[in-house]
């Protein structure tokens, strides 16, 4: 069984800054795209930062100019590095990865339990 774990969320004031990470053990054989989602209290899951096993990076437009996303491959772990934060960015951000277990086996979808990021007036 595949985990992902996440760490680094907190409280921060506005305008700071956070870098969460997600490292992903267990049966692995290769992962595909890794992905930071976020949601905020009585709103919808909604994705945040995308980046591909070739390290193509696609943002929400919330988060383009101030979150950057990478991975490190050989680590199995993707980071996100947040900066310039608004209270809008508070939410629980969730960890995403296409993960395969074995050579000839499908991609599955695994998610991390998700870290609370506060963010201040």
């Known amino acids: 069984q595949v985990q992902l774990v996440e760490s680094g969320g907190g409280s921060v004031q506005a305008g700071g800054l956070l870098r969460l990470s997600c490292a992903a053990s267990g049966t692995i054989f290769s992962i595909g795209a890794m992905s930071w989602y976020r949601q905020a209290p009585g709103k919808e899951r909604e994705l945040v930062a995308t980046i591909t096993s070739s390290h193509s990076t696609n943002y929400a437009d919330s988060a383009k100019g101030r979150f950057f996303i990478s991975r490190d491959s050989p680590k199995n772990t993707v980071y996100l590095q947040m900066n310039s934060l608004k209270p809008e960015d508070t939410a629980v951000y969730y960890c995403?990865?296409?993960?395969?277990?074995?050579?000839?086996?499908?991609?599955?979808?695994?998610w991390g339990q998700g870290t609370q990021v506060t963010v201040s007036s």
């Open positions: 995403y990865a296409a993960v395969k277990e074995a050579y000839s086996g499908p991609y599955y979808s695994r």
